[in-house]
Nanobody, 117 residues
Framework: QEQFVESGGGLVQPGGSLRLSCAASSITFSIYTMNWYRQAPGKQRELVAQITHNRGTYYAGSVKGRFTISRDDAKSTVYLQMVSLKPEDTAVYYC???????????WGQGTQVTVSS
């Protein structure tokens, strides 16, 4: 059974930093494109950052220059380093594993990030 365990969320003041982790099991992690999405209350889920199997990256404009996605295939883990956090970054953050063009599409349970003073 595929499993994704997210960690690292919490409450942080504006300007602070957090690092999210998502550890996968029971998948061939290295072939997956890994994504971080977020969903704020009353808003649609949006793609925040992506890293492909060959380490190409994409960032949403709202987080470019502040967030960094990385992966460790040996640990089957994807990370999202977030700095200079803003209140508008408050959301539930979800990791997603996907192989484009296939039915392989899995989601983590989500981790809450709250940016508030």
């Amino acid at each position: 059974q595929e499993q994704f365990v997210e960690s690292g969320g919490g409450l942080v003041q504006p300007g602070g930093s957090l690092r999210l982790s998502c550890a996968a099991s029971s998948i061939t992690f290295s072939i997956y494109t890994m994504n971080w999405y977020r969903q704020a209350p009353g808003k649609q889920r949006e793609l925040v950052a992506q890293i492909t199997h060959n380490r190409g990256t994409y960032y949403a404009g709202s987080v470019k220059g502040r967030f960094t996605i990385s992966r460790d295939d040996a640990k089957s883990t994807v990370y999202l380093q977030m700095v200079s956090l803003k209140p508008e970054d408050t959301a539930v953050y979800y990791c997603n594993a996907r192989v484009q063009g296939t039915s392989y599409d899995y989601w983590g349970q989500g981790t809450q990030v709250t940016v508030s003073s």
